[in-house]
């Protein structure tokens, strides 16, 4: 089993910049993959980012690339999102998720998931 706690969400001016962690406890995390994924109302879950167990390779959805950056501590179990440049339409619950199959943008199959986040950006 493998648990995870998000946090570092919070309310946001568009043009500004929140980082979230996500804080993993139990089986050894490090040989997951971390996701991140999002649900907006009225949205279909949505993957944003995903990062290697080693944290060497990552990948991006198109609506982040170049304003979000994933990355992970392996030695502090933990892993971050930082979001720069927000947007309105990054407004959403982030959750993130350990699998063991990377890469995998499916935003739904994944071994197991935090309680989530919800990140608020003020147009």
């Known amino acids: 089993q493998v648990q995870l706690v998000e946090s570092g969400g919070g309310l946001v001016q568009a043009g500004g910049s929140l980082r979230l962690s996500c804080g993993a406890s139990?089986?050894?995390?490090?040989?997951?993959?971390i996701s991140w994924v999002r649900h907006a109302p009225g949205k279909e879950r949505e993957y944003v980012a995903m990062i290697s167990p080693s944290g060497g390779t990552a990948f991006y959805a198109d609506s982040v690339k170049d304003r979000f950056t994933g990355s992970r501590a392996n030695a502090k179990n933990t892993a971050y999102l930082q979001m720069n440049s927000l947007k309105h339409d990054d407004t959403a619950v982030y959750y993130c998720?350990?699998?063991?199959?990377?890469?995998?943008?499916?935003?739904?199959?994944?071994?197991?998931w935090g309680q989530g986040t919800q990140v608020t950006v003020s147009s």
């Open positions: 998720a350990a699998d063991r199959n990377f890469p995998n943008r499916s935003a739904r199959d994944y071994d197991y």
């Open positions: 139990g089986q050894t995390v490090s040989i997951y993959a």
